[in-house]
């Protein structure tokens, strides 16, 4: 009983904030847009909270105590490097397609239907394993604090989600993710100092080198390890996430043009505080002799562990933000993403996306032994496949076979790395990789250049 209660004061709250801060928009432009006059600071917090996926929560603290600093390097990287390299291309997809509202409607301008077609579907895709892996994530965390059913938390979640998003679209969005971040933020503040003051600074420094101090040098044979096995595969899908990701294509087209770059490099700084500190437990796990009955969620067990149990709530409180802050922007994606099939002013109709997106993202969260990890990895490399073509397209270079290109990456490139996945097969998995980002870019130009627009 007390676990709904708290979901529903939570999802109350975001409501309250939602309704008093923002207006029903005026038609499904402003739904999808906000007037394109977001401002720096709330955007800056949004686009952090909305990167903030699971697995900046839960893969940091698990790599940091599972391999050490090598391990959490890897994902930090080139989680916060790929939010700064996002930003001249969202300048320019503004200065080329100032009243745009998705990059599938850019690359379909340029390019014709096919390529908007291909494009929807790898948005879309990637909105909707999106919102399964958080949906994943936070039922199978909140089960073990709630006692509740997994299934029926996942709805619950969708539900929070659903209930601000649809009021106002891309402002409620924002305005929640903001306050959202802010929550983040003060638990990680709260929770990391008070760790190291528990079990002291040198349970820190010990866990740096991970389990029996063999991941402490990046260039050594288990360095090349974690590499393969993990850094590469992290590193492609992170470096290529916001440009296959209409999270940020949106965010792009919503915030004054003036704006934009230094609203998403606040955004890079104040979301690499979160897996950082997240890592920090991981590390703190691991120094201090800490064994987790999962280590896919170490920093919820050692929270548990260390602190009074009242603590739990204000760390619950950080997850549920932290999730629920990407699935509800993924609604709002796959809302503007309605967009390119229909220019109907009906709210019903981004409303109805949304649900769509959240039913296909439970039913994802609720296949027996899907993992936050594999998920993270398959959905990173899905995003690569439109990575080329998108660039070269927004730097003016015309290209024939992009649909093909998109196409052939997506069959080709994504089986071989499920197989590498759920083989355990590190060189078959960075072939899917390095196959899914490659393959796109070369067979387009095969093809050719052509005219765009």
């Known amino acids: 009983m007390g676990g709904i209660i708290m979901f529903a004061a939570y999802a109350v709250f975001m409501v309250l904030v939602t309704v008093f801060v923002t207006r029903k928009p005026k038609d499904t432009l402003e739904f999808h847009v906000a007037d394109r006059n977001m401002g720096t600071i709330r955007s800056a917090l949004s686009i952090a909270a909305t990167w903030i996926w699971a697995p900046a929560l839960f893969v940091s603290a698990e790599r940091a105590y599972l391999q050490g600093s090598i391990g959490l390097f890897w994902f930090l990287a080139p989680n916060v490097l790929c939010l700064i390299l996002f930003i001249p291309f969202a300048k320019r997809i503004r200065e080329r397609m100032p009243q745009g509202v998705t990059l599938s409607g850019f690359m379909g301008e340029q390019y014709g239907i096919g390529t908007r077609r291909v494009y929807l579907f790898q948005l879309s895709a990637l909105s909707v394993l999106s919102t399964g892996v958080n949906l994943l994530a936070g039922a199978a965390v909140l089960k073990t604090i709630t006692g509740l059913p997994f299934p029926l938390l996942t709805v619950i979640l969708a539900a929070i989600a659903y209930s601000y998003s649809r009021f106002s679209g891309i402002k409620a969005s924002v305005i929640t993710d903001a306050v959202q971040m802010i929550l983040i933020l003060a638990a990680c503040f709260l929770f990391v100092p008070w760790a190291i003051h ?9 866990g740096l080198s991970g389990p029996g101090g063999v991941y402490g040098n990046i260039f050594s044979g288990t360095g090349l390890e974690v590499f393969l096995s993990f850094g590469l595969p992290t590193a492609i899908g992170l470096i290529v996430g916001p440009f296959g990701d209409q999270n940020f294509w949106q965010r792009a087209f919503s915030i004054r043009r003036e704006k934009i770059g230094k609203a998403f490099f606040l955004g890079a700084v104040a979301f690499g505080i979160v897996p ?3 890592g920090f437990l991981g590390y703190i796990a691991r120094g201090s002799g800490f064994t987790p009955d999962n280590p896919g969620v170490v920093n919820l067990e050692i929270v548990t562990s260390l602190f009074p149990a009242w603590s739990t709530l ?7 933000s932290g999730l629920l802050s990407t699935v509800d922007s993924n609604l709002c994606a796959m809302a ?16 109805g996306a949304m649900l769509l997106n959240l039913a296909l993202g439970i039913l994802i969260a609720n296949i027996p032994g899907m993992t936050i990890t594999n998920l993270f990895l398959f959905y990173g490399t899905l995003r690569a496949s439109t990575f080329a073509p998108t660039v070269m397209a927004l730097q003016g270079k015309g290209l024939q076979w992009v649909t093909p290109g998109v196409m052939i990456a997506l069959l080709a490139g994504l089986p071989v790395f499920a197989w590498g996945t759920f083989a355990n097969l590190s060189i078959v998995k960075v072939a899917g990789s390095l196959i899914t980002l490659g393959a796109s870019g070369a067979v387009a130009l095969i093809g050719g250049y052509c005219e765009t627009t």
């Open 198 to 206: 528990r079990n002291g600074f040198e349970s820190l420094i010990t």
């Open 276 to 278: 950082l500190s997240m």
């Open 314 to 320: 204000p760390f619950v409180f950080m997850l549920v």
């Open 336 to 351: 503007s993403l309605t967009t390119d099939i229909t220019k109907s002013e009906n709210m019903a109709v981004p409303r």
